[in-house]
């Protein structure tokens, strides 16, 4: 086999994956635009702005004259019109229009006021939906529009619809066109956006609506950085199911071994986890390092864990754990981004790992559990791997002490009786598990 050859066998075994294609609609004024740019850039992909094109074809419409009844004038302007995004030195996405950069005219009140009309002539969103589907064809883009998830990209890999109440979006839009120096009263703004609202669920046309796999968040109450860690979890939860990436098991590696020299460590019962499907490691819970010691025990499949919201925000910490498999989650809350991304990590066929008595104890005693282990279990009917860590409670700067770890067998809930009744015994079963184990090791 010559040079060549061998060459283009590789290349066939080891075809190039396709990065993750993520689709997010909304309503004016819900942040889809913010979250979306935010995303793109945690991911290090294309954004593309799919309402700004409508914009431009808007502005052309109105530097020409044209009127906006006219729909084959606009048709030919939408074909004709050379559109590109740039991205900047400051990590702000720029739209040129035959060249020339209309990032700022394309926000003004006279293009906000027309582009739903432009967007609702038929020939103008065909033309600019095979612009659209060409790029998103190829993966790594975050798309935002009103028909993303419905008509442009139907195959995402992830649909998000945000949206806000129209209080809300008018004072957003009414701080965004102040702070540009335009002179707008709140009532001129939220009469547009109901105007545009109306216009924009009712068109005929790729009408503005959540696609019946998307995943809603109401942005009203929540800052952009959280519709952020939502999103990005839940992206972290699509990811399809690959074997342990490099950075995963460089990490593992280097911290089993520091793990083997300072701590002793041991695991018993490693052959215990199943080789594949679903699992949740169910684990007691005792110091920060505890999510380290499950990795290390059963290093041969990755753990995805919850993490605390806040540990994301720290620059380096932050996006080292996300690429680890990490996903946040809103402590002290209803979090239903983070358990549907759960779901997601199970329903994927990977690795959970969850310390169901919901916070740390020193104590050297087993508390009762809290029922989302079991919700997650007989949603995803996943198998349940319980896990004891011993030593890890005795940790402090000063001292070592060794750490082992004993996994039991795993086991599937069975189902039986009411929702209520399921949950409450699917707890006892697994809170029994954890105290035969316990106990066994004590």
């Known amino acids: 086999m010559t040079r060549e050859q061998r060459e283009k066998t590789k290349t066939k075994r080891k075809p190039e994956r396709r990065k993750i294609a993520i689709a997010i609609d909304g309503p004016a004024g819900s942040g889809k635009s913010t979250v979306a740019k935010r995303v793109a850039e945690e991911l290090g992909i294309l954004y593309l702005d ?17 009127s906006m009844d006219n729909q084959e004038a606009l048709t030919r302007l939408a ?28 926000r003004t009140l006279a293009v906000s006021q027309n582009v739903s009309l432009v967007a609702a002539v038929p020939g103008v969103r065909a033309e600019l939906v095979k612009q659209q589907q060409a790029i998103g064809a190829r993966g790594g883009v975050v798309m935002d529009g009103r028909d993303i998830g419905t008509v442009v990209l139907p195959h995402a890999d992830l649909k998000i619809f945000l949206t806000a109440s129209l209080e809300e979006r008018t004072r957003r ?12 009263t709140a009532e001129e703004i939220k009469a547009d956006l109901t105007r545009r609202d109306a216009i924009d ?20 109450n929540l800052r952009i950085e959280e519709v952020v860690e939502r999103v990005m979890a839940l992206a972290a939860a699509r990811k399809t199911l690959d074997p342990p990436g490099l950075l995963y098991k460089i990490c593992g590696t280097i911290l089993y071994i520091c793990l083997k020299l300072f701590y002793r460590f041991s695991v018993e019962g490693a052959e215990h986890l199943p ?33 605390k919201e806040e540990l994301f925000r720290i620059p380096l910490l932050g996006p080292i754990i996300r690429k680890l498999g990490a996903f946040p989650v809103r402590r002290g809350k209803g979090d ?23 916070t740390r104890y020193k104590d050297n005693k087993l508390h009762p559990l ?14 349940i791997l319980p896990m004891i860590i011993r030593g890890t409670q005795q940790l402090n700067f000063f001292r070592f002490p060794k750490i ?16 209520k009744e399921m949950i409450t015994e699917g707890t006892t079963v697994i809170y029994s598990r954890l105290l035969q184990l316990w106990e066994k090791t004590n």
């Open 173 to 184: 839009r009414w701080l965004e066109l102040t702070a540009k120096g335009l002179n707008v």
């Open 201 to 220: 669920s009712g068109r005929e046309v790729a009408p503005l609506r959540p696609a019946a796999d998307s995943v809603t968040i109401d942005t009203s």
């Open 370 to 383: 809290r029922h989302g282990i079991t919700l997650l279990a007989m949603e995803t009917n996943a198998r």
């Open 50 to 66: 799919t309402g700004a094109m409508y914009r431009a074809v808007t502005l052309k419409a109105l530097r020409n004259g044209v």
């Open 275 to 307: 080789a594949t499907g679903p699992v949740i490691v169910a684990c007691n819970h005792c110091s920060l390092l505890d999510p380290i010691v499950v990795g290390c025990s059963i290093l041969q499949r990755p753990v995805s864990f919850m993490a």
């Open 336 to 358: 239903r981004a983070a358990i549907r991304a759960a779901v997601e990590v199970l329903k994927e066929g990977k690795v959970l790992g969850i310390f169901p008595e919901g």
């Open 79 to 106: 074909a004709q019109v050379a559109l590109d995004f740039q991205r900047m030195p400051d990590g702000s996405y720029h739209l040129l229009m035959d060249g020339e950069d209309v990032s700022e005219e394309i």
């Open 404 to 419: 082992k770890v004993y996994i039991g067998e795993a086991f599937q809930l069975v189902p039986g009786g009411t929702k």
